[in-house]
């Protein structure tokens, strides 16, 4: 069963698993720093490394990301945000456009029937917890900061452990299904190696 599941995943790309974080009581100092890191403010600089590492990254997960949506500076918007926010959060960006893929499809409007939302269909109850009244997580960046600083927490709190981590991120936490949708998507869709560093290890040879 598990590997129909997963053939389905890789045969339909954008197909969405959306789930809903389960809410556990945090400590004072947990809290604090959640919500320090959503409500930061600083102005937006890039996440990458230079002007081509951009360019190139940004044209290729552009390709792939077109038959799902199909206005250029729509996918541009997204993809930008997400190596920011992914990278200012310490994820992998890969990562964070397979966990999209698997939650929402890369539907911005997404809504489980748990009642997650957005694109990395985060569950409301955490604007009470670590952010503000007036958040909307249908917002591209909100959703993303929501969303990356939660995994990140998840993360931390299992010790480096993506397996589960990405089973509590999406409610699951014990069951092999979603963790393995998540690192197909990522693995097989959304890897990516700069070319500039393939030319210059080949040059190296």
């Not at 503000?132 to 709190?157: A, K, Q």
Request: hydrophobic share 45%; glycine share 6%.
């Amino acid at each position: 069963m598990r590997r129909l599941t997963l053939l389905l995943a890789l045969l339909i790309p954008f197909a969405a698993f959306a789930g809903a974080q389960v809410y556990e009581p945090l400590s004072a100092s947990v809290q604090a720093a959640l919500s320090h890191a959503i409500s930061d403010q600083a102005p937006p600089k890039s996440s990458f490394l230079d002007s081509m590492d951009a360019v190139d990254w940004l044209s290729e997960m552009s390709l792939r990301l077109q038959k799902r949506i199909a206005d250029r500076e729509s996918r541009l918007e997204l993809l930008r945000a997400v190596h920011y926010e992914a990278t200012r959060a310490g994820l992998d960006p890969q990562l964070v456009l397979g966990l999209i893929q698997v939650e929402s499809g890369f539907k911005k409007y997404s809504v489980s029937a748990a009642g997650a939302r957005g694109f990395m269909q985060v569950m409301p109850f955490w604007i009470k917890v670590i952010g503000r009244s007036e958040d909307n997580l249908f917002h591209l960046r909100t959703n993303l900061r929501y969303g990356c600083t939660i995994l990140r927490y998840y993360l931390d709190l299992e010790k480096g452990d993506l397996y589960r981590a990405l089973g509590r991120y999406n409610g699951s936490l014990g069951q092999a299904e979603y963790p393995n949708l998540v690192r197909e998507a990522w693995q097989k869709r959304w890897a990516y190696s700069s070319k500039r560093v393939a030319a210059s290890t080949t040059l190296g040879r």
